[in-house]
């Protein structure tokens, strides 16, 4: 027991190292460019355009922390929220990867699994996205041809369909409310796509309230 | 000096954070990687994990770099390929730097050639990723607290907890799925491409069962998302077909 919360501890003393360097470095670079090209915008620019997005993305960003640390663990949380694409990416991968290995969430091996699997992700997403800028010229084509598109616009439904299959099937009971709210809710409200992140708790509450009740009664 | 959204010295500031924060995922990997075999987890699991991250993530990958070619026409590369590849995320850092060219009367439809519109707009997209920067180490332990408290008490009811967290995620994601259905067929593709990729994963797991094949298993995800993609193509061409 001690030996683990040694391990955790060290994890969120180099986390916060870490984490804390990669927000100044982010700073760092808009206050660079300013400097270096004498380029110093109104504030009153920067406060609109910020108080155009902040609402949401301060929201989403909080929530995101809420609802992904506890999926993540530790190590996870700390590269998953520094290299971003959480949703679409990060989450997926640490869910899969733990099922696969047999291992829950918030346990060592859970821990374990769950930073590798981040981390190996964020790895190889920067490989990637690297040499695509490096081969831009040759790739663009085929990246950008018309024939390929549809595959790009579904990314996120084909990550879902099969991620679905995979979590929903070994809890339907705790799955089907949410889900059928979830659908409703973008059938009767198209237009809240555009805030999913905002949708993500209000989808656990239902999940958790939904387990809760289920729980109580032996019925899980 | 002349401002150029793909100067050298854009490239040279953007590699930096970018060599920075490559670094730390290197360094955690390790770090867990070291904790698996002091934990004594057989390697072979742990290798595992890592092909089948790998590979997942290529295609999703390949869709970011994707976003950082949609917004190099107005930002040039190094802006975007850093705000992809370190904490954003496409939909987010699109919408930010929109509202930030709007926001100074200017639009993404063009190259960007004013330093002090590319710097607003620069500035309006690292502020809106803070948060997460600033509450993962600041609430992060105290998240983690709250969850081991809910295990002490009840064990079984812990892990209930999370999996309602995860099908609380999953179920916006697929309803998220449903949103342009209101446009007609068209709208339809989304979830036709859903079931398609939920199918494929059945299959996989079918093909596990039957043969007995469990390497199937480690790459079933990577699989149905790939073939899901694939499949959006003809999907899209039929569902295309019958609207005429």
Redo the contacts between chains.
């Keep these: 027991m001690k030996q683990e919360l040694s391990?955790?501890d060290s994890?969120?003393r180099?986390?916060?190292v870490?984490?804390?360097?990669?927000?100044a470095?982010?700073?760092?670079?808009?206050v660079?460019?300013?400097i270096?090209?004498?380029?110093?915008?109104?504030a009153g620019?920067?406060l609109?355009?910020?108080l155009?997005?902040?609402p949401i993305?301060?929201t989403?960003?909080?929530i995101?922390?809420?609802?992904y640390?506890?999926?993540l663990g530790?190590?996870g949380?700390?590269?998953g929220?520094?290299?971003?694409?959480?949703?679409?990416?990060k989450?997926?991968?640490a869910?899969?990867?733990m099922d696969?290995?047999g291992v829950?969430?918030?346990t060592?091996?859970g821990?374990?699994?769950s930073?590798?699997?981040?981390?190996?992700?964020?790895?190889?997403?920067?490989l990637?996205?690297?040499l695509?800028?490096v081969l831009?010229s040759q790739i663009?084509p085929i990246?950008?041809s018309p024939?390929?598109q549809?595959?790009?616009?579904?990314?996120?439904?084909?990550?879902?369909?099969?991620?679905?299959?995979?979590?929903?099937s070994?809890?339907w009971k705790?799955?089907i409310v949410?889900?059928v709210?979830?659908?409703?809710?973008?059938?009767l409200v198209?237009s809240?796509?555009?805030a999913?992140g905002l949708?993500?708790?209000?989808?656990?509450?239902?999940?958790?309230g939904?387990?809760r009740i289920l729980?109580k009664k032996n019925l899980? | 000096m002349e401002f150029n959204s793909n100067s050298t010295f854009m490239y040279v500031v953007v590699s930096i954070v970018i060599a920075f924060v490559l670094l730390q995922s290197v360094v955690f990997f390790i770090k867990a990687w070291k904790r698996g075999k002091e934990l004594g987890m057989d390697t072979q699991a742990l290798k595992k994990t890592v092909g089948s991250s790998a590979v997942f993530t290529i295609a999703p990958a390949i869709a970011i770099l994707l976003g950082v070619i949609a917004l190099s026409n107005a930002l040039g590369f190094p802006l975007p390929w850093l705000r992809l590849s370190v904490i954003g995320s496409l939909t987010y850092e699109t919408t930010a730097a929109a509202a930030a060219a709007n926001a100074v009367g200017s639009s993404l439809s063009q190259r960007i050639t004013d330093p002090k519109i590319f710097a607003t707009i620069a500035w309006v997209m690292t502020l809106g990723i803070i948060p997460g920067l600033v509450l993962v180490p600041l609430f992060g332990k105290k998240i983690e607290k709250g969850i081991a408290n809910i295990k002490g008490k009840d064990s079984k009811w812990g892990q209930i907890f999370l999996s309602g967290l995860f099908l609380g995620m999953i179920s916006a994601f697929l309803g998220l799925v449903f949103a342009k259905v209101h446009t007609g067929l068209v709208g339809w593709i989304p979830v036709f491409v859903m079931f398609a990729s939920a199918l494929l994963m059945m299959v996989c797991g079918l093909i596990r069962k039957v043969f007995n094949a469990k390497w199937i298993e480690d790459y079933a995800l990577p699989i149905s998302l790939l073939g899901g993609m694939a499949l959006s193509i003809p999907i899209t061409n039929l569902v295309m077909s019958l609207v005429g």
């Design positions: 391990y955790r994890v969120h180099m986390g916060r870490w984490i804390l360097s990669a927000l470095m982010m700073i760092a670079v808009p660079a460019i300013c270096y090209y004498s380029a110093w915008p109104p620019g920067i609109k355009g910020f155009s997005v902040a993305f301060w989403v960003g909080a995101e922390v809420f609802t640390v506890p999926m530790t190590g949380s700390y590269v929220f520094v290299t971003g694409n959480l949703a679409n990416l989450v997926p991968c869910l899969n990867s696969r290995a829950e969430p918030g060592e091996e821990e374990v699994i930073t590798l699997a981040i981390s190996t992700s964020s790895i190889v997403t920067t990637i996205i690297a695509g800028v831009l663009e990246l950008e024939v390929l549809p595959a790009f616009e579904n990314i996120l439904p084909a990550l879902f369909g099969a991620l679905g299959v995979v979590f929903v070994k809890d705790i799955a949410p889900l709210v979830m659908v409703t809710l973008f059938l198209p809240l796509a555009g999913v949708l993500v708790p209000v989808g656990a509450l239902i999940a958790i939904v387990a729980y899980l």
